[in-house]
């Protein structure tokens, strides 16, 4: 069954050079519990402007799931913990979720 109210809880989405940066951001967001689970995704190609040149790269995508009050200060925390000068970090609503996942979120990171 969906949940309206789902909004409290929100996925971040961010991309890393490795695996191995992503495990480690990933490991102390769940240590810190400023996250309740990271699905680690696998490598996908990067196409970008940075300073002014066309640049294309692999990157590891991983998806962080917590509340919507503690997303702030992960965003924060990856980008402190980030090997990128600009890394793509960004916040993802939940439209909706099952009461048992959202509760379980929630729960994670208080």
Request: glycine share 6%; net charge negative; proline share 5%.
């Amino acid at each position: 069954m969906s949940d309206p109210a789902a909004e409290d809880v929100v996925s971040v989405y961010a991309t890393f050079a490795s695996a191995a940066e992503a495990e480690r951001i990933g490991t102390a967001a769940i240590e810190e519990r400023l996250a309740a689970c990271v699905n680690i995704l696998g490598p996908c190609g990067s196409i970008y402007r940075w300073q002014g040149a066309v640049e294309r790269s692999d990157e590891i995508a991983a998806i962080f799931k917590t509340s919507a009050a503690r997303a702030p200060g992960l965003v924060e925390r990856i980008a402190a913990l980030h090997s990128y000068d600009v890394p793509a970090i960004a916040i993802w609503p939940i439209g909706g979720s099952t009461v048992a996942y959202r509760s379980w979120i929630l729960d994670q990171v208080s």
